[in-house]
Structures are given as structure tokens and as C-alpha cells.
RNA sequence: UACGAGU
């Protein structure tokens, strides 16, 4: 059953769901019986596909047959009704995740600020990430980064380099997502110096930036029309070993 | 063996 869930996984994350469900529904008629770990696959491949309403399909399915949605579950369908910025959907299953006792995690509180900084509630989100410290949860690198880019995402800087500061007092150390994140930002806002310096930041701590970083940071080069710059990078992208796509 | 952040 590990195998077949596998290679339902592996389906969806090329996102062939109907392969997927090729898949679950050979092991059902094999005689095995399906349990919480393939359901959870299934309903997070439609969930990332966008196709909530199959996912909710298969979680009255599982209820049906006597399983009980875990977390991990209802993180995926949060998720979903996020991606699909349902914020209502997703706090009501955020409720319903609450009121079967089961206690949200780090994950299930990043997707929601995830969810609400894309639908422009960067209040909410906040809301959430005070919560996640009351709660004394310990957050962690992915954590800071959501709300991070949300603060970015608005333009709000400062506030982002200051919970960036909070951050690495709490010793979880920043990656090149969140480096990615806060260059981004500085751009958003035409602060081509910070968004530099923390390029360099960046590399001066040993964090390796790929494609999404390097694109970001000639972004704001292309922006502010200087072209040698671009140039300048683009050679080093090419004495690192990057092929330019 | 399944869930969260960046172009």
C-alpha cells in the first residue's frame, strides 16, 4: 500500500489525476482497503490542481467509510480553498478541524496567512501570526517567510526587514526563499540598493541563489533601465554554472 | 508512504 501510494503521489504531483485515481481505484478492487495516508494524497493532488470540489468528494468519502480526516487532511483542503482565495471555505474548515480537537500546526497557520496575504488581508494574516506566537508554537523559517512576503507584497518594508531582524534574534536562519522574498520587495518599492545589499547579504552568508533569485534580482536592474547591470550578472549566472533559460 | 513560503 506504500507502493501504490507512491506512485499515486508521484501522478499527482505531474498533476494526472486521472491516472491518480486509475491507481486508487486498482487497490480498492484488489480487496485492499483504503486508508487515511491515500486519501490524504488524493485530496491534496486536487487540491493543488485547483479541483476543490473533487477533493471535498473524497474527504465525505472517507468520513463514509468510518476514517477520520486528520490534520493533514484538513491542511490540504485549507490549502485548496486558499489557492483558490475561498478564505470563508477555509476558515470553516479551519473551524470544523478545531472543533473535532484536532490542533492546527505550523503548517495549517501558513497556509491560512498564505491564503489571507493573497486575497489582500494582510491584517488577517498578521492576526494569525500573533495568534501563532501566543499559542507558543514555534515558528520556524517557513513561517516568517509567509508573513514576510506579505508585508513585501504590500510595499511595507520595514516592517518586513523588522520581523526579518526578529527572526534571526530567534536563531532560525533565513534561506534564499526568504532572501528571494525580501529582494522582491525592495524592487517592488525601487529600492535598488537594498535590494543589492541584500543579494550580497545573501551570498555573504553562504545561501546559494537559484533561478527565482537571480531573476528577481535582474528584474530590478531591467526596471530601472540599467543594462550593464544585467549584463554584469548575467555573466555571473554564467561562471556559476547557470544556464540562462 | 500524504500537508505550508519565492520569479
Not at 478545531?98 to 492546527?104: E, L
Not at 504590500?154 to 534561506?175: C, H, T, V, W, Y
Request: hydrophobic letters at 35%.
Amino acid at each position: 500500500i506504500y507502493t501504490y501510494n507512491s506512485l499515486i503521489h508521484g501522478f499527482c504531483n505531474l498533476g494526472r489525476m486521472e491516472e491518480a485515481v486509475k491507481v486508487l481505484n486498482e487497490i480498492k478492487s484488489e480487496g485492499f482497503s483504503l486508508d487515511i495516508v491515500l486519501f490524504g494524497t488524493i485530496i491534496n493532488g486536487f487540491c493543488k490542481k485547483k479541483e476543490i470540489d473533487k477533493a471535498m468528494a473524497y474527504f465525505h468519502d472517507l468520513i463514509d467509510l468510518g476514517l477520520k480526516p486528520n490534520k493533514i487532511v484538513y491542511n490540504s483542503l485549507i490549502g485548496g480553498y486558499c489557492r483558490e482565495v475561498n478564505i470563508s471555505k477555509a476558515i470553516e474548515l479551519f473551524d470544523d478541524m478545531k472543533s473535532k480537537g484536532i490542533v492546527p500546526n505550523n503548517v495549517t497557520y501558513c497556509t491560512l496567512m498564505h491564503g489571507f496575504c493573497k486575497a489582500g488581508q494582510i491584517e488577517d494574516a498578521k492576526k494569525i501570526f500573533k495568534t501563532m506566537k501566543e499559542t507558543g508554537l514555534k515558528l520556524d523559517v517557513v513561517s516568517y517567510t509567509t508573513i514576510i512576503n506579505g508585508y513585501c507584497e504590500m510595499g511595507q518594508m520595514e516592517d518586513a526587514r523588522k520581523l526579518f531582524d526578529e527572526m534571526l534574534s530567534n536563531n532560525i536562519l533565513p534561506n534564499k526563499l526568504t532572501y528571494t522574498v525580501l529582494i522582491q520587495g525592495y524592487n517592488k518599492t525601487g529600492e535598488r540598493e537594498k535590494a543589492s545589499g541584500t543579494f550580497n547579504e545573501m551570498v555573504e552568508r553562504g545561501i546559494v541563489p537559484d533561478s527565482f533569485t537571480y531573476n528577481s534580482f535582474v528584474l530590478g536592474f531591467c526596471e530601472s533601465g540599467k543594462i550593464g547591470d544585467v549584463a554584469k550578472v548575467f555573466d555571473e549566472m554564467s561562471e556559476r554554472g547557470f544556464e540562462l533559460d
